[in-house]
Nanobody, 122 residues
């Protein structure tokens, strides 16, 4: 199971780091991703990391967000800098057993966390 932590409220321009427990997740090929769903919007993939530690990002977070995994491969992180009000959303950790990791494709992800709220007041 996946579970996010580290959500909260931060001022515009601030930083926040989300964590996702991925313990007991041992697969040769995998894709770990972060998704979000702004109010009134669709759930969208934000970033992903695969079994080769290759990371990919949606354009509007590239350079501001960093996805990483600890050496023990038990925790997935999303470091978010320069946060803006438009980044306000619940953020979800997701995982899938796939070879090709596509952060934008929800069909690749079979496990989802319950979400962690990130709020950036305007």
């Amino acid at each position: 199971h996946l579970r996010e932590s580290g959500g909260g409220s931060v001022e515009s321009g601030g930083s926040l780091t989300l964590s996702c427990s991925t313990s007991n997740y041992n697969h040769e090929f995998y894709c770990l991703g972060w998704w979000r769903q702004a109010q009134g919007g669709e759930r969208e993939g934000v970033a992903a990391l695969d079994h080769n530690v290759v990371t990919t990002y949606i354009d509007f977070v590239n350079g501001r967000f960093t996805v990483a995994q600890d050496n023990a491969k038990t925790t997935l992180y999303l470091q978010m800098n320069s946060l803006q009000p438009d980044d306000t959303a619940p953020y979800y950790c997701a995982s899938g057993v796939v070879y090709y990791c596509r952060y934008w494709s929800p069909l690749q992800f079979s496990l989802w966390g319950p979400g962690a709220q990130v709020t950036v007041p305007s």
